[in-house]
């Protein structure tokens, strides 16, 4: 079973800022928060990683809280080409647990 | 280096039949994996390897299953007398111990017949 809960799906427009909030409560203390994006017929593709507060990077900001029981990916003024499925992991340096993950569509 | 690769993108066999697939990692990679996804579903692990070493398999590898990475270089998956239920995307990815996330490949798409 994996790991973390996030929402099945998420609709937006174009130019609006995306967060997708997941829940890990047993995260465990060596377990880094990462998220990845996915394509149809395509590979899953790293976006971020973090372990606390907030990292950020050229595509995506990742906030987590203190007490690191949840994670919000937040996807700043986002296109058509953002449409696609994201998955929150948490990764020890292992194999990682994939669920279903968000269904992000980005209509026009 | 152009990421990983997975070698054929397509297959469709026939049920019974055997199928052999590869991976090439990224070449500083010591870390691969092999996962399946099936539509609708996230990718679920089935091996991995660092280098050579096949270290964990998952319950999900039925003895039909078999995985190698001779050299600790490119991983074959090899499914034999292949069923319907084995239709599926299979994803190979590699990373570095100790480093920053997991690079996937393309994926091959089985089609069993």
């Known amino acids: 079973l994996a790991k973390t809960t996030q929402p099945i799906s998420m609709d937006s427009y174009e130019g609006q800022e995306v967060n997708i909030t997941c829940s890990h409560n047993?995260?465990?203390?060596?377990?880094?928060i990462t998220w990845y994006q996915q394509f149809p017929s395509q590979g899953p593709r790293f976006i971020i990683q973090?372990?606390?507060t907030k990292v950020t990077n050229e595509v995506a900001s990742l906030f987590i809280p203190a007490d690191r029981k949840s994670s919000t990916l937040s996807l700043p003024r986002v296109s058509l080409s953002d449409t696609a499925v994201y998955y929150c992991?948490?990764?020890?340096?292992?194999?990682?647990?994939f669920g279903a993950g968000t269904q992000v569509v980005v209509t026009p | 280096d152009t990421g990983v690769s997975q070698d054929p993108r397509h297959k469709i066999t026939k049920r019974g039949q055997n199928v052999t697939f590869r991976c090439d990692p990224i070449?500083?990679?010591?870390?691969l994996y092999w996962y399946r996804q099936t539509l609708g579903q996230g990718p679920e692990f089935l091996t991995y390897?660092?280098?050579?070493?096949?270290?964990?398999k998952s319950r999900l590898l039925s003895d039909r299953f078999s995985a190698e990475r001779p050299k600790g270089s490119f991983s074959t998956l090899e499914i034999q007398r292949t069923e319907q239920g084995d239709s599926a995307m299979y994803l190979c990815?590699?990373?570095?111990?100790?480093?920053?996330?997991?690079?996937f490949g393309s994926g091959t798409r089985l089609t069993v017949v």
């Open positions: 990815a590699s990373s570095q111990t100790g480093g920053y996330g997991y690079t």
């Open positions: 047993n995260i465990a203390t060596n377990d880094y």
């Open positions: 973090g372990y606390k």
């Open positions: 992991l948490l990764d020890s340096w292992g194999k990682l647990q």
């Open positions: 070449s500083e990679h010591n870390r």
């Open positions: 390897f660092q280098n050579e070493a096949q270290l964990e």
